[in-house]
């Protein structure tokens, strides 16, 4: 299960500085080799490019020598600091913060790394002083307020503290950062019914929040009842079932135990704020500011259960899987979520053609607890991915047996096993399998498609699946995979005209698929548009495909569509959705 990290109602973000166009996390940790003879020009531009190929340990490496030979060029000097910073640099960037804020005294980043340093050290008047230099925006008035509140509390007036999240105006975004962080503090203080209340609006706000859930259900075990604790949960497990931190929490309720709260000291609060909006910003395109916040998240609280996760999934979102690894590898043993870090590590395992090891990886968690789904469910997957499929046909068995009673969340194991048992030549038991899957989640647009394609594909149940395929197209009107199910259904059908008005759509939104292209190619021979299918096919050619797909395009450029048999090429029903 890849865990729901954190929900909240962010619909803004501040556009981040061009700054960190060369700060951008690295494809792999390493001591980078000493550069010899480095040059101001040839540092700059290999800095840079270093960051337009996300390689921020070269970045930092680089950009260190060019700041050796320019010490006192400000964008040189801030480059460095966020470029360290994104690499989880925090102390040695801590010195070039301090330079920065004598050149620029507002600079916000650099303010913000500082006061995060004395939050670290509990020197709170001086993160204060910080926070109040920094230059404001919506997302640094939240973090600058939040923080300082948090600084507050640990100079021992709380409630000073919630007044100055109360008196903060903004985005109606922001409502849910300012409940839970005033309950939070209100918690860790010990005034219990200000805390309750401020934790249950905030729980109410976003009921799929795992840390307003956690943190409401905590202050419950210990100031309501057990049973008013293991009601808030068992509500978010009807959500978001099987979260680990959930999971947890209502083991040790079981057992007769109250719960802690969320966060006890300044520092952790301040992780918290940090983690908290470091997600929120990594789901809304502003990754590069969400690698700053949760890097120094960690810095002040090592330990924080999501903050890890968080980040090796912004890694994965950014296309990094050794950095994720790398993450996910640091996970404490001890903690809830190490189980489904170590799925996620075997998924980036294979993302980095590392298979073999990606799979022992996971056979040895299953072998260690036969009845993991997750850890199935992500074997299959890897299985699938490299088309596997008998294999994964029996991957995906075990993990259907352990759900003797499926719901509509199920209905991904019947159709991922359904593709596995179609591209396995086991039609009937695919064909079972996607119509469970359909069962389960009736007008599922991808279950539609592939079903409703699989039919007209093989002449079977035609008026009915080529309906399927249009009300897949009309529930994911701009999905190019779809919209190709349906023009290549016309082409089945012998309707031309439409199947080159469907996948010259299909190219628009998808153009550089090599088996759209090849599609649009052979309809536009069969409508008699031969020069226009010669150039379709050379794209596809051009765009790299699968290796029995190129044998067929070459032969279609030499001899035209009657050199080869006009039937949908190999990778077809996983364009399906698969």
Known sequence: MKIFLSRSPLALVAVFCAFFAVAAPPTARADYPPITDPTISGSYLAARLAGAERDSDAAVAYLRALLKMDPRNEEVMERTFLAMLVDGEVEDAIPLAERLVKMDRSNRIARL?????????????RARTNLSLSVRGPIGDLTATLLAAWTMYGSGNPKAGVEMIDRLQGPDWYSAFKDINAGLIFDAAGLKKEAGRRLETAMKFDPSSVRAVDAY??????????????????????????????????????????????????????????????????????????????????????????????????????????????????????????????????????????????????????????????????????????????????????????????????????????????????????????????????????????????????????????DMIR????????????????????????????????????????????????????AYWKAGRRLEATFQWSHARD???????????????????DAVEAEPSVTQAEQKGG
């Not at 352990?402 to 695919?430: D, M």
């Not at 999905?479 to 439409?498: C, Q």
Request: charged content about 25%; proline content about 6%; overall charge negative.
């Open 113 to 125: 790394a500082l006061a995060v340093r004395s939050i670290k050290k509990g020197d709170y008047q």
């Open 217 to 466: 259900a905590r202050w419950a075990s210990r100031n309501a009842s057990a049973a008013t604790a293991t009601q808030a949960y068992q509500a978010f497990e009807k959500l978001l079932p099987r979260h680990p931190l959930i999971g947890a929490a209502m083991a040790e309720l079981s057992e007769g135990k109250p719960l802690p709260p969320l966060v006890k000291t300044p520092q952790e609060g301040a992780a918290e704020v940090l983690y908290g909006l470091g997600a929120a910003l990594a789901r809304q395109g502003g990754e590069d500011l969400a690698l700053v916040y949760l890097q120094l998240a960690l810095w002040l609280a090592p330990a924080h259960p999501l903050t890890s996760l968080t980040l090796a999934d912004l890694y994965e979102q950014l296309k990094q899987p050794d950095m994720a690894i790398e993450v996910y590898e640091k996970v404490p043993a001890g903690s809830p979520l190490k189980r489904n870090a170590e799925v996620q590590l075997a998924i980036n395992l294979d993302a980095t053609d590392r298979f073999e090891d990606a799979r022992k990886h996971l056979e040895a968690l299953i072998a260690a607890d036969p009845k993991d789904l997750d850890a199935l469910v992500a074997l299959g997957g890897i299985e699938r991915g490299r088309k596997m499929f008998a294999e994964c046909v029996g991957t995906y068995d075990k993990a259907i047996a352990l759900v003797p009673n499926p719901a509509r969340n199920a209905w991904t194991l019947f159709y991922f096993r359904g593709i596995c048992n179609e591209r396995s030549k086991k039609w009937a038991a695919a064909e079972a399998d996607l119509k469970k899957a359909l069962e389960l989640y009736p007008d599922q647009p991808h279950v539609l498609n592939y079903l409703g394609y699989s039919w007209v594909d093989q002449g079977l149940h035609l008026d009915q699946g080529l």
């Open 471 to 522: 009300k897949a197209v009309a529930l994911r009107p701009d999905d190019g995979y779809i919209v190709d199910s349906l023009g290549w259904a016309y082409y089945r059908l012998g309707r031309y005209e439409d199947a080159v008005n469907e996948l010259e759509r299909a190219v628009e939104l998808k153009p550089q698929d090599p088996v759209i292209n090849d599609h649009l190619g052979d």
């Open 543 to 561: 765009l790299k495909p699968e290796p029995d797909d190129m044998v067929k395009i070459v032969k279609k450029l030499q001899g035209g569509l």
